[in-house]
């Protein structure tokens, strides 16, 4: 069994500390003290940190404390029953066994058995309470810290957005071939000026909520891309494999484009003959899957620190804990890929 953290055996020890000298002022007061009184009392304490102890690594190992509040209730007054007569039973034949009960009388066994347990069961009962209410607040703290921190990511996000997701070059390009266009094909240049539009004005907006369905994601991605289509004209083939179960999921906004524009940035643009971007959406193993392959390979290790693939990484890691999960692999020797997984648990049926 492996003991706690220092926290844990600090409180254990100020805990049972404060409860031993509560009784020797008890038995001081009432002229009790004597060998026995501290022979029983101190056996009652070495046994009380052995058995909240091993109580503690019960509700650890069961996983209480991430039940609903409902269910650890229930496990509470459970748990503190089956130890306080755990030791009520333990202190009772103990006392017998090292000559310190009170009365010797046998047939008052059973009487001091239940007066033992009784006892047990509140003094576990407070202890079991003092723990279960740290945890709790505990745990709410972390929340409201995971809530600020996300909060504050967000807003670093607004001004990082438009250079990082939507970089000036793609801008000034989409620009040029927007103003190429105005006289040869003036219906295309006032389309493509709403493509742009559009994505600017969900960059700037990105802050404001902290998920948005793939179907309103998509529509950023699908503009986004024809810009770039412009430019790359024969070079890009886009390719959708979306299942329309998916497009009412919720994603973090502005995240499938950002993986869009690293395999354009990444990818794409380094290949002389071009290639292709697929973006895939679908359920897989209990997951939504969320991927961009594009035609190209990685180039060693891929870099952790560039900002597409930190903040990805971050605001999965708020959003969902441990829970989600994203990945850059060599799918084929010639496509890579880009993978976010979100857990059922959170897609909204």
Known sequence: MRFGNSRYWLFQVVG??????????????????DTNYYYRLFLFIGLGLLLTHFMRWVIRRANVLIKPIQEQIVNLVIITFIFGLLLGISETYSQDIFNLSLTNAKELIFKRLLDNSFHSFVYLFMWNCIYF????????????????????????LEL????AHINPHFIFNSLNSIRALVDENPERARKAITELSNILRSSMQAEKSETVTLEKELYIVKDYLALENMRFEDRLRIEYKVDEETLNQPV??????????NAIKHGISRQINGGVVRVISEFKNNFHELAVQNTGRLNGKVNGEGFGISSTNDRLSLLYGNKAKFEIRQATPTLVEAKVSIPSETILR
């Open 160 to 163: 990082k957005t438009i250079k």
């Open 16 to 33: 049972w500390g404060l409860f031993a000298l509560i009784f020797l002022f008890v038995g001081f007061v009432f002229d009790k003290l």
């Open 133 to 156: 209410i740290y945890h709790y607040i505990e745990k709410s703290r972390r929340q409201q810290l995971d809530a600020l921190k996300l909060e504050a990511l967000i807003k670093e």
């Open 252 to 261: 973090p906004p502005m995240m499938l484009q950002t993986l869009v524009e």
